[in-house]
């Protein structure tokens, strides 16, 4: 969509002088994976790890999205597209702002996050894949949804009606049914602070 009638504003407080009043790079780390993966779980025990080193972060979960800037939105393949799209935008501006984020979505076309890892800014976006068995996934299944998904309850579920591509070269992989949280917080900030990006020791 063009907007002829409109020309972005440029101040002069540029991401970089925000960066250096906040001592880090921003960057997102995008977690993807079924649902019941540990997405959300893990993304937030990264940022209470990096809040308390004193970085200043944001966790943007699929859950807390769609009850506002995306409720309008179903779960077409449309609707998805359109979800990501709305949410690389808004992480967009947190990028400008200096801080770190932390996205905890299924997203689950590789082609959709790919334009995601292209609308942000490749160089400051990690895909994060948290792997785990279907089957393991659907024994956490707390909402109870996998069982919906199974009775036909819900239509075109992840996993079960719906296909999932897994990411073909992650920046990290954290295999869940392995590695406790901890160790995936571990692998995560290890991962964080090999990127020479932000100081996380």
């Not at 309850?153 to 591509?165: E, F, L, M, N, V």
């Not at 571990?186 to 090999?194: C, I, W, Y």
Request: with cysteine; glycine share 8%.
């Amino acid at each position: 969509m063009e907007y002829s009638n409109t020309v972005p504003y440029r101040g002069k407080i540029t991401c970089e002088r925000r960066e250096k009043l906040l001592a880090q790079k921003s960057l997102v780390l995008w977690f993807t994976g079924l649902s019941g993966s540990g997405k959300s779980t893990i993304a937030h025990a990264v940022e209470e790890r990096l809040h308390a080193m004193g970085k200043l972060t944001y966790v943007f979960d699929g859950d807390n999205v769609r009850q506002g800037l995306c409720c309008d939105l179903g779960f077409s393949p449309e609707n998805r597209a359109e979800n990501l799209r709305r949410i690389s935008e808004m992480v967009k501006l947190f990028l400008d702002c200096g801080i770190i984020c932390l996205t905890a979505f299924i997203s689950p076309l590789r082609a959709d996050r790919e334009r995601c890892r292209m609308s942000i800014d490749s160089g400051r976006f990690y895909e994060v894949y948290v792997k785990c068995p279907l089957e393991v996934c659907e024994q956490r299944d707390v909402k109870g949804l996998y069982r919906l998904a199974r009775e036909g309850k819900i239509k075109k579920y992840t996993g079960i009606s719906a296909s999932y591509d897994e990411p073909g070269n992650p920046d990290l992989i954290l295999e869940t049914d392995k590695f406790s949280l901890q160790e995936c917080v571990d692998l995560v900030v290890g991962f964080v602070n090999s990127l020479k990006m932000v100081n996380c020791e």
